[in-house]
């Protein structure tokens, strides 16, 4: 235990103060383009899944907690919303830019998530015109479900709490990993998780929709471990979409059309991750 524990903070600490400054350029952009990414999305009808899968790849969960709000009260498409959701990426980004090892293949990432959720946002607004409600809420009350969202508050402490959160829950999660690898062996669990089958990606789509940073964190460490192939990785974060979708399940009423985006974005995140399996 003592082995595994020197191992896991041998492996996190040098990550701290690249997860500060990270996310300290995240909240000042969330903090500074929230009123924006309101306003493009819902004037910009045509644009709305360039400007959502552009702005959703900030990974902070503000972006797709405010494009759920948008969705409730129709100023944005069902596209537009799907493509914000595709976009986010959760906590995968800060945690494979603080591993110096994986710089090569966030750049790739964000290019395919993006081109990713501009084509399903256009093809599923080409194929649904319009989608119904049974009752509204204003977005001050939605954007309240964002736990990161602490009024009063600099970004600078924001930043440092967010930093320690994730840092401890990266840890657990790190240290979990680590012993069950010496417990059970890389080549057991590598088979546990069909390792180099096309059900991976699969399995990790289900996984990214644990609505919390849970989901990205668990997928990004197995890959920086190499349990998780980069195709099942992508898969996984096409369906973390942070709080966006814990939102809806709590506030839309029209549960059937959320059993519809979860079905969407389970098919594309499927499919994508299993095309990738083939290229990477």
Request: charged share 10%; glycine share 6%.
């Amino acid at each position: 235990m003592l082995h595994i524990l020197e191992h896991s903070l041998q492996d996190l600490i040098p990550m701290l103060p690249f997860l500060f400054l990270t996310y300290l350029l995240m909240e000042y952009i969330e903090h500074k383009g929230t009123q924006k990414f309101q306003t493009f999305l819902t004037n910009a009808q045509k644009l709305g899944p360039i400007i959502g899968s552009f702005l959703g790849i900030i990974p902070q969960c503000g972006f797709s907690v405010i494009a759920s709000g948008l969705y409730l009260n129709q100023s944005i498409s069902l596209g537009t919303l799907l493509s914000v959701f595709i976009a986010t990426s959760d906590e995968a980004i800060p945690i494979l830019i603080a591993q110096p090892e994986q710089s090569q293949i966030i750049p790739l990432i964000i290019i395919l998530k993006i081109v990713v959720a501009i084509a399903v946002g256009y093809i599923v607004d080409a194929l649904v015109q319009s989608h119904h409600l049974q009752s509204n809420h204003s977005l001050h009350d939605i954007h309240e479900h964002c736990d990161e969202e602490e009024h009063g508050h600099g970004i600078v402490y924001l930043a440092f709490i967010h930093t320690i959160k994730i840092f401890i829950f990266v840890f657990v999660v790190n240290f979990a990993l680590t012993w069950i690898i010496e417990e059970v062996g890389e080549d057991t669990l590598s088979y546990i998780l069909i390792n180099g089958s096309l059900f991976q990606p699969v399995l990790a789509a289900i996984t990214g929709f644990i609505p919390n940073c849970a989901a990205s964190v668990l997928l990004s460490q197995l890959y920086i471990d190499q349990v998780l192939s980069f195709g099942a990785l992508f898969a996984g974060l096409m369906t973390s979409a942070g709080l966006g979708l814990l939102v809806l399940l709590r506030m839309y009423d029209n549960k059937k059309d959320i059993f519809r985006i979860a079905g969407i974005l389970l098919i594309s995140a499927s499919i994508t991750g299993i095309l990738l399996q083939f290229l990477f």
